[in-house]
């Protein structure tokens, strides 16, 4: 007969006594857990989050819960911003699509989510320690941090206790062998998954450059260039939304300044060049190389991070250079519906005497009511010289100085329930204007503005 040392005695009594207080209490705890599930019905075990700045990551999200829900799957699709900590208590799996833009930042719906998770494990509160994750990063490898966002999230996860189902794919942009690769290590984790990868390329069309014009002859910058293109006959679009340009095998993104009702589709590029004087790929095309009556592929990608708000909303539009592009279609929308709402437009250029883009356009929104607010402003703009006589009101300065002088007037619009949108650069103007809002406003609330829509970004 085998005969148990002591210790191993203690380990089996402990071990059935364990046993038989979980079987004691087996109802309780399966209602324990029926309670927590049933106080958040609306919650299920996976949850699809995405981070994104342009709509690609959202796109992607969006078609992956999809497909999780066709396989049977009981699915929850929100943005980074959106996912608390009580999610992440009673979901088990988490699927996170995250953009990288700029240097290394994360999208406007996407930079709370870490704050909260690092704030939660100062607080003890180990939210994420049953967690399994899987992450894919999308990014350009143009920019030094390539898919930085998205790997911080991994380190963050892993340091607050989650476990990650597989390493961090990064994306570079969004090329098809990467995103194959996403679907096969999901599927090797037991999810299911009814289709291939979506063709996030989309389907492109030759479209064909009607006409080219320059814009700003004799500007102390660079060129800056108006093209009009067919109207693409499979694609819809809406304000806000973005044209792709594809080319030697890439891509770049540009700004649609026109609505389908005007029959064609409208850009505006400023000519770019390198340090060693070559120009650019896609504005050397566009500007220079590309010659009317001929044709390039393209595709269209709906941006809804950038779309309109409901047309009773008031609205404060603020660019700069090529951002007036994304601006005008706003702006050309608000004159379509008939909107009875507020509009301000408030517009940076160079040289008040060679870059008034689209000067008569926007005098006669301006003079129609289609605007209520036109302010310009002019970098470049000689402190002897007298600023021409325009309607609204013009500016010595950068966009963010002029704004300075205006706090009363835009918290005021802010008051009223005014969104803004922003578009053009990012360094500089976008960036200097978030810190006048964050001043004015506190971080709260300039994050609660994002958080309803009401401060939206189309930046680069």
Not at 117 to 139: F, K, M
Not at 185 to 200: I, R
Not at 243 to 264: C, F, K, Q, T, V
Request: neutral net charge.
């Amino acid at each position: 007969m085998i005969s148990l040392q002591p210790w191993g005695q203690a380990s089996l009594l402990i071990l059935g006594w364990c046993l038989l207080t979980l079987w004691c209490f087996r109802a309780s705890l399966r209602q324990f857990w029926h309670n927590r599930r049933a106080a958040h019905p609306d919650l299920p075990e996976i949850l699809v989050a995405y981070a994104s700045e342009g709509g690609t990551a959202a796109a992607l999200a969006g078609d992956l819960a999809q497909q999780l829900e066709q396989g049977g799957e009981a699915v929850a699709l929100l943005s980074l911003n959106q996912l608390s900590p009580q999610q992440l208590a009673v979901s088990r799996r988490l699927l996170i699509i995250a953009s990288t833009y700029g240097d290394g930042e994360a999208p406007a719906n996407g930079q709370q989510f870490l704050r909260r998770l690092q704030h939660s494990q100062q607080q003890g509160q180990h939210v994420v320690q049953d967690v399994r994750y899987a992450i894919l990063a999308l990014g350009d490898d143009d920019y030094p941090q390539f898919c930085a966002f998205g790997l911080q999230l991994h380190k963050q996860l892993q340091q607050a206790g989650a476990q990650p189902m597989f390493d961090p794919l990064c994306v570079n942009r969004q090329e098809r062998q990467t995103l194959q690769l996403w679907q096969q290590q999901l599927a090797a984790q037991g999810f299911t998954l009814t289709d291939a990868v979506a063709d996030v390329h989309t389907a492109t069309e030759a479209l064909t450059l009607e006409q080219r014009r320059w814009l700003n002859p004799g500007s102390p910058g660079a060129a800056l260039y108006e093209l009009h293109l067919s109207k693409p006959h499979h694609s819809h679009w809406q304000a806000g939304d973005i044209a792709r340009l594809w080319l030697a095998g890439r891509y770049r993104d540009y700004s649609i300044a026109s609505l389908p009702e005007e029959n064609h589709l409208r850009l505006l590029v400023r000519e770019q060049h390198h340090d060693n004087g070559e120009p650019g790929l896609g504005s050397g095309w566009l500007c220079q190389q590309w010659q009317p009556g001929s044709t390039s592929r393209f595709s269209v990608r709906s941006n809804p991070a950038f779309h309109a708000p409901p047309t009773a909303v008031p609205l404060i539009l603020i660019g700069n250079g090529t951002g007036l592009a994304g601006l005008r279609a706003h702006l050309k929308q608000r004159s379509l519906q008939n909107s009875q709402a507020s509009c301000w437009l408030l517009f940076g250029e160079r040289s008040p005497e060679h870059d008034r883009i689209w000067q008569q356009e926007l005098d006669h929104w301006y003079q129609s009511g289609v605007l209520t607010e036109l302010d310009r402003c002019y970098s470049r703009a000689s402190g002897a010289a007298e600023l021409p006589a325009l309607c609204g009101r013009s500016h010595r300065g950068y966009v963010q100085h002029a704004l300075q002088g205006e706090q009363k007037r835009l918290l005021q619009w802010l008051k009223q329930g005014a969104a803004i949108y922003i578009c053009g650069s990012r360094d500089g103007m976008a960036s200097d204007i978030d810190q006048l809002l964050q001043q004015w406003l506190g971080k709260r609330a300039t994050e609660r503005l994002q958080q309803q829509g009401r401060y939206r970004k189309d930046v680069y």
